[in-house]
């Protein structure tokens, strides 16, 4: 079973940053496809990011291009999601996802290819 925890959301000014942590309790971490989702109030959720356990990283990029970054440290256990420039917009509950699933390219922002979650961080960008 896996456990995921996010950490980092809260309440910021427009042209802020957040930076998000997601903790994992799986052994085997470097093997696992890690993603972030997001559901903003009355819509539905979508991919924000993903980084493979081969570390290729893929984007929202309509949504999120060139203002957030995910990373990820195997050695932590821990996927990041740094978020800079916010727009109230970007206002939504942030979701960490896993996967063992093999995804390439735009198949890898498919919630389907994720088996776990987490409880999810609030984010709040005020104008």
């Known amino acids: 079973q896996v456990q995921l925890v996010e950490s980092g959301g809260g309440l910021v000014q427009a042209g802020g940053s957040l930076r998000l942590s997601c903790a994992a309790s799986?052994?085997?971490?470097?093997?696992?496809?890690m993603a972030w989702f997001r559901q903003a109030p009355g819509k539905e959720r979508e991919f924000v990011a993903g980084?493979?356990?081969?570390?290729?990283?893929?984007y929202n990029a309509d949504s999120v291009k060139g203002r957030f970054t995910v990373s990820r440290d195997n050695a932590k256990n821990t996927v990041y999601l740094q978020m800079n420039s916010l727009k109230p917009e970007d206002t939504a509950v942030y979701y960490c996802?896993?996967?063992?699933?093999?995804?390439?390219?735009?198949?890898?922002?498919?919630?389907?290819?994720?088996?776990?979650w987490g409880q999810g961080t609030r984010v709040t960008v005020s104008s």
């Open positions: 799986v052994r085997t971490f470097s093997s696992v496809n």
């Open positions: 980084v493979k356990w081969s570390g290729v990283i893929t």
């Open positions: 996802a896993a996967g063992t699933r093999y995804c390439s390219g735009d198949g890898c922002s498919d919630q389907a290819r994720y088996d776990y």
